[in-house]
């Protein structure tokens, strides 16, 4: 956070470079017959896979070093609230996961009419998506606020855990509309293709985060702390700064914030629109966490070490996995503008230079974390037992990371080119069909390694299922359309 005028200056003149430049065409952008502003329907396929990701891997990055720092703090606090911590992270994780849907929702369908070189449904599509996302955060937020304490007694949250998760459920879920509307309008300077200025936005939230989270949690300069009530005020003051970033960055680039706009449009057509893709998107990306949370209700009866240590190496995990998850979003907005300008094989090259690096990226940072473990175990606990239980997790989970990633690409494609709904099928599958069901049936056997072996197993065989169903829509299906039109 600025600590003077000049500080504040400097931070104003680095947002405005990046809105600016991200403004100007490139030297190799070739505007079509339409007057298009589809900046990714043309130029080199893998200059626009690095220069949309790597922004994405700084943004994704600052948001899951919020959750590891929250970790961290609250670890501090004892082995209880490590405990609900655990129990809260897959649920808040899932809540978020429907922000990244509506964020989709509203990539995919801006995206497309801007590579269509439909301005003016871009702007519709842009202002209503993120109305919806603020009515959306309202009555999702009212509903967490009633239902939070059934929903943890449901998970098997024990007497001594349920108070430390209210503490931080309850201002949590006030403060849920908040993020759906950073979220939504995230969504539209994806869609643009302005990754600069997306990745701004999540890291004035994230810094905001980090700044606040020792003040509130444990405190500091002589003032108490709130405990791990102080995590969730930490997340709030995030995202208010976040929205600001994003109300400004917005107001520099072609589809600006403008209610105004939605006036005279067809709230019926964009709403279809909208929710098509973002209605099973939200549901997508809420699906492993919420598949997590049914893991971690397994691990309950083990112990708080067993659940500690499992949320602990998920935390570790979801930031290993930060460049595949910045892939699974930057490649929306390319493959979305290639489609919807009917640049078809520049789509298809995309997706596959994406899943040959899913692989490599995996299997790479897999390796580093199953040598390492019981050194990243050490971060989170000094308790012997959640240190076993971190490092046994990481030594299975981690060989999966290259089939998830896979996945995920598979699913972001698939959003982009309005196929949501086998984006949501194949999440189903994985986690209803594989997940659940082998830890439910080998932890007898197995113990606590079943529901690490489950999870390895889901991320494999969703790697694989995603390839072909990827193939089946993109290659397959779509070339013997393309050959019925032509003919």
């Keep these: 956070m600025p600590q003077n005028g000049q500080s504040g200056r400097q931070q104003e003149v680095s947002l405005t470079t990046m809105a600016e430049a991200e403004s100007t065409p490139t030297h190799n952008s070739e505007p079509d017959s339409k007057g298009s502003k589809a900046k990714l329907a043309s130029g ?11 922004p994405a891997i700084v943004g994704v990055a600052a ?9 961290y703090f609250v670890g501090q606090l004892g082995g209880a609230q490590l405990a609900a911590i655990s129990f809260i992270f897959p649920v808040t994780t899932a809540l978020s996961s ?11 369908v801006v995206s497309r009419a801007l590579g269509e070189g439909d301005h003016e449904r871009a702007q519709a599509r842009a202002n209503v998506g993120i109305i919806v996302g603020v009515i959306a955060g309202l009555v999702l937020g009212l509903a967490l606020f009633a239902l939070r304490q059934p929903l943890f007694s449901l998970m098997q949250a024990d007497a001594e855990t349920l108070p430390l998760i209210d503490e931080y459920m309850a201002p949590f879920a006030l403060g849920f509309p908040l993020m759906l509307s950073m979220m939504g309008m995230n969504g539209v300077l994806r869609g643009q293709g302005a990754a600069k200025s997306n990745t701004a936005v999540l890291v004035v939230y994230s810094v905001t985060n980090w700044v606040l989270d020792p003040l509130l949690i444990t405190g500091a300069f002589g003032l108490e702390g709130f405990g791990i009530a102080g995590a969730a005020y930490a997340t709030i003051g995030g995202w208010i700064t976040g929205i600001i970033a994003a109300f400004w960055l917005l107001g520099r680039h072609d589809l600006p914030f403008n209610p105004a706009s939605t006036r005279h449009c067809n709230w019926k057509e964009q709403l279809s629109a909208i929710s098509r893709v973002a209605g099973p998107a939200a549901f ?23 659940v500690a240590g499992f949320g602990a190496g998920g935390r570790l995990q979801s930031f290993a996995v930060v460049p595949l998850l910045a892939l699974s979003g930057s490649i929306g907005a390319i493959i979305g503008q290639n489609w919807g300008a009917k640049q078809y094989d520049r789509a298809r090259k995309a997706l596959w230079q994406a899943g040959i690096f899913c692989l490599g990226y995996g299997l790479s940072a897999g390796l580093i974390l199953f040598l390492a473990r019981e050194w990243f175990a050490g971060l989170f606990s000094e308790e012997p037992q ?16 290259a089939g998830y990633g896979v996945l995920i690409v598979v699913n972001g494609a698939l959003n982009a080119i309005d196929k949501a709904s086998r984006a949501l099928a194949l999440s189903l599958t994985r986690v209803l069909l594989v997940m659940i069901p082998f830890a439910w049936f080998a932890r007898a056997a197995l113990g606590t390694e079943a529901i690490y072996i489950a999870e390895l197993v889901a991320n494999l065989s969703g790697g694989i299922i995603a390839a072909a169903l990827a193939w089946w829509v993109m290659w397959h299906r779509a070339k013997a359309k393309e050959s019925k039109q032509k003919s």
Aim: charged letters at 5%; aromatic letters at 6%.
């Design 284 to 306: 997508t990306n809420s699906i492993n966490p919420a598949g997590l949370a049914i893991l971690t209700s397994f691990l309950a009866v083990e112990g708080q070490a067993a």
């Design 386 to 401: 959640v240190l076993d239980a971190t490092a046994q997790y990481l030594a299975i989970s981690v060989w999966g990371y």
């Design 98 to 108: 429907l922000g990244v849907g509506m964020m989709v929702g509203i990539n995919s």
């Design 44 to 54: 080199s396929i893998p200059g626009h896979l690095v220069a949309q990701t790597t």
């Design 63 to 71: 948001i899951m070093s919020v959750g590891v720092i929250d970790a």
